[in-house]
């Protein structure tokens, strides 16, 4: 059974044009994590919540942003999509030794 | 800062076994892990060593952990086509809210 949820699996969105992405997770672990994975290379964190308090990565541009309403679902905002931000979006979850992702949903943008 | 290394291609034939190596830096490491990644899929969790054991057994695969020299590898049995894949090695550090900070990837690629 699927632990880690991610919607929609594919996403297009024009140049600028905002976009959410959405995760749940049946684990129920205070944890959630987003990656972006481009092209060939290795996922990289742009934030993390520990139950609701939120930590961005110093690098994560401002153009994205994260939501976690509750334990279960958490939500990647990208508020003005550059071409550069096509790439595939992972969400995770986990305690401190399994940690479990998503299938991803993979953003065009044109 | 934190940095983990991995070759990336390995290719071997059908029913050898494959040895995936990687090598970290944070000697603060907890959980060291290994994933999997078919193309246009997320990653699956293969298995995962906590920093205190040198081995894990899982089925066909073998991870050994040598803290001192900071090398991990994953060994897989009897390899087959459909474990042809980019496998991930990442590593937990303990002060670092649970991130994961992954190698580049090795795209196994396995001959019949």
């Known amino acids: 059974d699927a632990m880690v949820i991610q919607n929609p699996r594919y996403q297009v969105t024009q140049f600028g044009k905002p976009v959410t992405l959405s995760c749940s997770q049946t684990?129920?672990?205070?944890?959630m994590y987003w990656y972006q994975q481009k092209s060939s290379q290795a996922p990289k964190l742009l934030f993390h919540y520990y139950d609701k308090d939120f930590n961005n990565e110093a690098d994560t541009p401002d153009n994205f942003q994260s939501r976690r309403p509750n334990t279960s679902f958490c939500f990647l905002d990208i508020r003005s999509p550059g071409l550069g931000d096509a790439a595939m979006y992972l969400c995770?979850?986990?305690?401190?030794?399994?940690?479990?992702f998503g299938p991803g949903t993979r953003l065009l943008v044109l | 800062g934190e940095d983990v290394e991995q070759s990336l291609f390995l290719s071997v034939r059908e029913g050898d076994s494959s040895v995936i190596n990687c090598t970290y830096t944070d000697s603060s490491s907890t959980y060291l892990y290994w994933y999997k990644q078919e193309p246009g899929a997320g990653l699956q969790l293969l298995t995962y060593i906590f920093s205190n054991m040198d081995m894990k057994q899982d089925q066909r695969l073998t991870v050994l952990l040598n803290k001192k020299d900071k090398h991990l590898s994953l060994r897989i049995a009897d390899t087959q086509t459909g474990d042809s894949a980019i496998y991930f090695c990442?590593?937990?550090?303990?002060?670092?809210?649970?991130?994961?900070?992954f190698g580049q990837g090795t795209e196994l690629s396995v001959k019949p």
């Open positions: 995770a979850t986990g305690q401190p030794g399994a940690k479990y």
């Open positions: 684990l129920n672990h205070n944890v």
């Open positions: 990442a590593e937990r550090g303990d002060n670092q809210g649970g991130k994961l900070i």
